[in-house]
């Protein structure tokens, strides 16, 4: 064990640098006697057969452990010129030679020990005259048996028992909020998403003609197109599903009609009642997508999980602008903070109130009302009151992810 210390306080200081090697030295140090106390006895007794003269007496193990209480950095820096040592050493090293105590038993959590392997399983690895396995609880029983190089002297190299597979579930990292963000700093990770498109009769050919389009051109597609028609009779319907079909063919299409009129707000929430997706992301028939607009909300969702994502938008449906790296980011306190979403419209980047991505959740809650006009608006602010000035609530992303037909009027 007084070789182990030495060594890896020597490789440490070497390869790791001061820094790391005085925290590892004092743990070495504090660990010793215990590392000497639960040495196996085969290994004791080859290391008595062939002493080294790398072992220190007891005295000289005090002393060294004192050394390094008082010394640090220096005696780290003695120790490596004085061991120096390769990455292949320090494995054998301490596959031969370490063993670690037993855990404790919480009173908390119970007892979180390996447990030990079957008896079938023991008698079948372990020769007749091999010592003991492991207790249960240290490093050599969680490695599932004696290190590969480990050796008896009287049966020579021992066969490991088999290792237990252990499956460890990792918590989601939680994303840092920042105002201006890279796309490389979000998780590859994506929301399903359904676009839900609110739609009149004198809608169908702009939407068959620019935005069905647009969707073709997605780099991460929609699970389905929902849309809401109103004021159609059936034979506009059927009409109006061929021409959908016909222009996006390789996505899904939903279409929820009725014969009555109705203001784009219901039609909404009918869309949103008849969509599957986690995020629910709506558009107006006469506008179109930038080629990587699901794809954002999709990532920004799965990372944030916000009740509401705005973003802005580029004039006419013809172009599409790029894409800054990094982008603006504004969260729901300070947006909120500020006395609601209307000031976002003076942004580089203006954001369209009626095309927000929302949680399918939310419309559990709240709906849009039947208004004729500024129904998006009000929307948004019953969103606020109801989930309140939370970081969670809402945020826009300054990007260009929405190609404004009626950029001029604003309609």
């Known amino acids: 064990s007084n070789q182990v210390f030495w060594r890896l306080a020597g490789f440490v200081a070497v390869r790791g640098g001061p820094w790391l090697g005085w925290p590892v030295a004092a743990m070495a140090a504090s660990t010793s006697p215990d590392l000497v106390s639960t040495t196996p006895a085969p290994v004791a007794a080859a290391s008595a057969s062939e002493p080294s003269s790398e072992q220190l007496p007891l005295a000289g193990r005090l002393l060294a452990r004192r050394a390094v209480q008082l010394l640090g950095v220096p005696f780290l820096v003695l120790a490596a010129l004085a061991y120096p040592l390769t990455t292949a050493d320090l494995a054998s090293s301490l596959n031969v030679v370490i063993r670690s105590k037993p855990n404790p038993v919480s009173e908390e959590t119970g007892d979180q020990r390996v447990p030990a392997p079957e008896p079938a399983h023991a008698a079948r690895a372990t020769p007749t005259r091999a010592p003991a396995a492991p207790a249960p609880g240290t490093l050599s029983a969680a490695m599932g048996g004696s290190p590969p190089n480990a050796q008896t002297p009287a049966m020579g190299m021992a066969p490991a028992l088999p290792t237990a597979t252990t499956h460890t579930t990792v918590p989601k990292q939680v994303p840092v909020k920042r105002p201006w963000m890279k796309w490389s700093e979000l998780t590859e990770e994506r929301a399903t998403v359904s676009l839900c498109i609110p739609c009149a009769p004198e809608d169908i050919a702009p939407l068959a003609n620019v935005m069905l389009p647009s969707v073709r051109l997605q780099t991460h597609k929609p699970v389905e197109v929902v849309i809401a028609l109103s004021s159609a009779p059936p034979k506009v319907v059927e009409k109006a599903k061929a021409q959908f079909l016909h222009a996006l063919p390789d996505v899904p299409i939903v279409v929820t009609a009725v014969a009555e009129k109705a203001y784009a707000g219901v039609n909404r929430n009918r869309a949103a009642k008849h969509s599957k997706g986690d995020l629910l992301v709506f558009g107006d028939a006469d506008d179109a997508l930038h080629p990587r607009r699901l794809e954002f909300l999709a990532r920004i969702f799965a990372d944030f999980r916000p009740k509401i994502i705005l973003a802005g938008y580029s004039f006419g449906v013809e172009k ?15 947006i909120l903070g500020r006395g609601g979403t209307e000031w976002l419209g003076n942004l580089p980047y203006r954001v369209h109130q009626g095309q927000p991505a929302v949680d399918r ?35 826009y992303i300054g990007l260009p992810l929405v190609r404004f037909g009626n950029w001029r009027t604003g309609r």
């Open 320 to 334: 599409y602008s790029s894409i800054d790296d990094p982008f603006q980011v504004l969260y729901g306190k300070y």
């Open 361 to 395: 959740t939310v419309f559990d809650k709240v709906q849009q009302k039947p208004l004729r006009r500024a129904q998006d608006v009000a929307f948004l602010k019953e969103v606020a009151r109801t989930y309140g000035k939370e970081d969670s609530t809402i945020m």
